[in-house]
């Protein structure tokens, strides 16, 4: 049985967009939440698709949200940098919450919510929600699918977090060399744990539905092996461990990528023995990679030829990222929980130009 809710305290949303659709049903959850109190005092959208002179374009929102709600126009640098734009747009208030634009508030939210902050402890610099990600309920789900069922099993995720603005401005923020939705959350969440704070989890729930996306999609998710360079040049070698991440099969991809340069070398000076040998290891184990890719899914003809395709592929644009991340990041050192990130001010000086929603 819940117990009586005392008196929750103030709290701002804010929500990263690029203008798709799904925020309108994203906003529609969020008045529905809200209507019967525990609303929000504000609500801030970053829309980092501004328009060309700088100002943002105008958004759909419910005419219930309208008079707390104020756009503003995001630096096109991803969701941490927009994140912190919104903050800054917010202005003080004790809690903020973000949400991703796709995500959909469930029935009671807000009031959950309100519980949540109200037994946070004063050490307590974030409360999670509960993700439900909807899978297909006749068939097996597809690699993206599952990629983004895994959603619901991540231990620290924006797409729906509220933190505590102290923190977030102990911590100085996201760090916005992560361009893109990946890891800056739980790069983030071990910075505060390293300086002294706790995230916990919240009883609220909240609904990602899975996006639609072409059958390249997880070629172009391979970029986050940059990302993850980034991670270890800021918090070690063993940050997968504390972060609760899986580990991913950088290793495997790399002996595949070798075999395969290897098997080309040896072709191009004469050494048919031995090319033919790393030609059948490149064979082997992308044949190994397709096949754990191809079993749990649905095995439909497209899926199976997405992930022969994919597969083949994969292995070297991973390396790329990796080595890419290497270089791009040689020169980062060891993150310091009381120095901000990137050793400056996560929350750009100038105003953003904003409207209010209309």
């Not at 912190?84 to 469930?106: H, S």
């Not at 639609?212 to 270890?232: E, F, H, K, T, Y």
């Amino acid at each position: 049985m819940l117990q009586p809710l005392g008196t929750p305290p103030p709290y701002a949303i804010v929500v990263p967009t690029l203008g798709r659709p799904s925020l309108r049903p994203c906003l529609d959850a969020i008045a529905a939440a809200t209507a019967s109190g525990h609303g929000p005092v504000r609500i801030v959208l970053v829309h980092d698709r501004p328009g060309p002179d700088g100002t943002p374009p105008a958004l759909d929102v419910p005419s219930a949200l309208r008079p707390i709600t104020t756009v503003v126009a995001g630096r096109a640098r991803g969701p941490a940098a927009a994140r912190n734009t919104g903050v800054r747009a917010v202005g003080p208030v004790p809690w903020i919450v973000f949400l991703d634009d796709d995500v959909v508030p469930e029935q009671g939210w807000a009031e959950d919510l309100a519980r949540d902050l109200v037994s946070a402890s004063r050490d307590t610099a974030a409360v999670t929600a509960r993700i439900d990600v909807p899978l297909p309920s006749g068939r097996r789900p597809t690699d993206w699918e599952r990629n983004t069922g895994g959603l619901a099993t991540a231990r620290w995720i924006t797409a729906d977090m509220a933190f505590r603005q102290e923190a977030l401005d102990a911590a100085g923020g996201f760090d916005e060399r992560f361009r893109r939705a990946f890891r800056e959350d739980a790069e983030l969440a071990l910075r505060l744990i390293e300086g002294g704070w706790i995230l916990s989890p919240g009883s609220r729930r909240t609904t990602h539905p899975v996006r639609p996306a072409d059958r390249w999609i997880s070629i172009r998710l391979q970029a986050g092996n940059a990302d993850d360079v980034l991670m270890g040049r800021l918090h070690g070698h063993d940050w997968w461990h504390r972060a609760g991440a899986p580990r991913g099969r950088l290793p495997g991809h790399i002996a595949v990528t070798t075999a395969a340069a290897a098997a080309v070398g040896c072709a191009l000076t004469g050494r048919k023995r031995a090319a033919a040998w790393c030609a059948a290891g490149w064979v082997a184990g992308t044949a190994e990679f397709a096949a754990a890719r191809i079993a749990p899914g649905p095995r439909t003809r497209s899926e199976i030829a997405t992930m022969a395709l994919t597969s083949a592929v994969i292995p070297a644009v991973a390396v790329w990222h990796w080595l890419r991340g290497t270089v791009v990041h040689r020169r980062v050192r060891r993150a310091d929980p009381a120095a901000p990130p990137g050793g400056r001010s996560a929350v750009p000086a100038a105003a953003p130009r904003e409207q209010v929603a209309s």
